[in-house]
């Protein structure tokens, strides 16, 4: 079956920095644009980044991280990351990876991310 699953979330203070995982099983990875979302208090959920698959090597970021965030893959390893740098309160929030570029049929449970000092 088709498993999503995030790591790297935690705690971490203004202009830091962390990189997301998120492992991807059950499917043919490479075949499969993946995408970033997430959730703040109180908020609805917001498109933070996705990318193609590789032969078409396209991303495309929310304007709020844009310059900030890298959504990368690494598909021998069935693997998407978010490098999130200079992190702003406002970024705090539940980081789900979702399968797909525009439309998603899978979701990961998501990983916390809270950027306080």
């Known amino acids: 079956q088709v498993q999503l699953v995030e790591s790297g979330g935690g705690l971490v203070q203004p202009g830091g920095s962390l990189r997301l995982s998120c492992a991807a099983s059950g499917f043919t990875f490479s075949n499969f644009g993946m995408s970033w979302y997430r959730q703040g208090p109180g908020k609805e959920r917001e498109l933070v980044a996705s990318?193609?698959?590789?032969?078409?090597?396209?991303?495309t970021y929310g304007n709020s991280v844009k310059g900030r965030f890298t959504i990368s893959r690494e598909d021998a390893k069935n693997t998407v990351y978010l490098q999130m740098n200079d992190l702003k309160p406002q970024d705090t929030a539940k980081y789900y990876c979702?399968?797909?570029?525009?439309?998603?049929?899978?979701w990961g449970q998501g990983t916390q991310v809270t950027v306080s000092s």
């Open positions: 979702a399968r797909g570029w525009a439309e998603h049929d899978y």
């Open positions: 990318i193609s698959v590789s032969m078409i090597h396209r991303t």
